[in-house]
């Protein structure tokens, strides 16, 4: 064992004194689904309230952030992206609180005992894609312009611990092929119409700062970053399809699901 796991699983058995349960069992999956060290996987599941009650916050903090981050009690309330955008719309908009709120439900039901498969197939998705798919956005398209340096910073860290926690699923989640229809199904669908067929008045995509805007509310979908934002959400819902079914895959070989 390397320093590196000799301290971690210390830190995990400090943890352990004040937030103790019983853990699901870790069956060896290969490092491409499983990539966390079995320490930080047993640490995050022991930390499951406090994180879903983090991710919970962050939903909150995030329908804040698309409503133009309003400070005062004055209408009009809701601005920003949300404040463009039909009410209808609003599930297809904040795609990044959406997901935080999936994983925070997903931790809940699965301390609760649950049976909630479809939500944790969802909640991987959105952990991966959105996790993934934020700190390209900032740091490629549209850099730290702009932007308090703080909340730049703190979005790509915040959004590569949401990839982070997706590696915390497959301990207590079975992926079956139904559940991962379904997360394939919403975030597809997301792609279709945040990007190539709004059905509603749009867009429906999170605004980049890397496309001006040709009218109020209406950013440039002729320059590069849009392209580029669109084809890096499709290969990201395609990495987490492939993961989640490889991880279904790896379970039933070990006879786990």
Same mark, same amino acid.
Request: with cysteine; proline share 8%.
């Given at each position: 064992?390397?320093?590196?796991?000799?301290?971690?699983?210390?830190? #995990?058995?400090?943890?352990?004194?004040?937030?103790?349960?019983?853990?699901?069992?870790?069956?060896?999956?290969? $490092?491409?689904?499983?990539?966390?060290?079995?320490?930080?996987?047993?640490?995050?599941?022991?930390?499951?309230?406090?994180?879903?009650?983090?991710?919970?916050?962050?939903?909150? !903090?995030? !329908?804040?952030?698309?409503?133009?981050?309003?400070?005062?009690?004055?209408?009009?309330?809701?601005?920003?992206?949300?404040?463009?955008?039909?009410?209808?719309?609003?599930? /297809?908009?904040?795609?990044?609180?959406?997901? &935080?709120?999936?994983?925070?439900?997903?931790?809940?039901?699965?301390?609760?005992?649950?049976?909630?498969?479809?939500?944790?197939?969802?909640?991987?998705?959105?952990?991966?894609?959105?996790?993934?798919?934020?700190?390209?956005?900032?740091?490629?398209?549209?850099?730290?312009?702009?932007?308090?340096?703080?909340?730049?910073?703190?979005?790509?860290?915040?959004? /590569?611990?949401?990839?982070?926690?997706?590696?915390?699923?497959?301990?207590?989640?079975?992926?079956?092929?139904?559940?991962?229809? $379904?997360?394939?199904?919403?975030?597809? !669908?997301?792609? @279709? @119409?945040?990007?190539?067929?709004?059905?509603? #008045?749009?867009?429906?995509?999170?605004?980049?700062?890397? #496309?001006?805007?040709?009218?109020?509310?209406?950013?440039?979908?002729?320059?590069?970053?849009?392209?580029?934002?669109?084809?890096?959400?499709?290969?990201? &819902?395609?990495?987490?399809?492939? /993961?989640?079914?490889? &991880?279904?895959?790896?379970?039933?070989?070990?006879?786990?699901?």
């Amino acid at each position: 064992m390397s320093a590196v796991s000799r301290a971690g699983r210390r830190i #995990e058995r400090a943890v352990a004194r004040y937030f103790d349960a019983s853990l699901p069992e870790s069956e060896g999956l290969p $490092v491409y689904v499983a990539p966390l060290p079995d320490w930080l996987e047993d640490l995050g599941l022991r930390l499951a309230w406090p994180i879903a009650l983090v991710n919970l916050v962050g939903t909150l !903090f995030g !329908f804040w952030y698309y409503a133009g981050r309003p400070l005062e009690f004055a209408p009009p309330l809701v601005e920003g992206q949300l404040g463009a955008a039909p009410l209808l719309a609003y599930p /297809l908009v904040p795609d990044s609180p959406v997901a &935080t709120m999936f994983i925070g439900l997903s931790l809940a039901a699965w301390k609760l005992d649950v049976d909630a498969g479809p939500l944790h197939a969802l909640a991987f998705f959105g952990c991966i894609k959105l996790g993934l798919w934020t700190p390209f956005v900032q740091l490629v398209l549209n850099g730290p312009g702009g932007i308090a340096a703080w909340l730049y910073w703190f979005l790509v860290l915040s959004h /590569l611990a949401m990839a982070v926690e997706a590696f915390l699923i497959h301990r207590y989640a079975r992926f079956t092929v139904g559940s991962v229809a $379904v997360a394939l199904a919403w975030y597809g !669908f997301n792609d @279709v @119409v945040d990007y190539f067929w709004p059905v509603l #008045e749009g867009p429906h995509h999170t605004w980049l700062r890397a #496309e001006p805007f040709v009218a109020p509310g209406v950013p440039d979908h002729a320059v590069l970053a849009h392209d580029l934002a669109a084809a890096w959400a499709v290969v990201l &819902t395609l990495v987490a399809t492939f /993961l989640a079914l490889a &991880t279904r895959v790896e379970k039933v070989k070990r006879g786990g699901a």
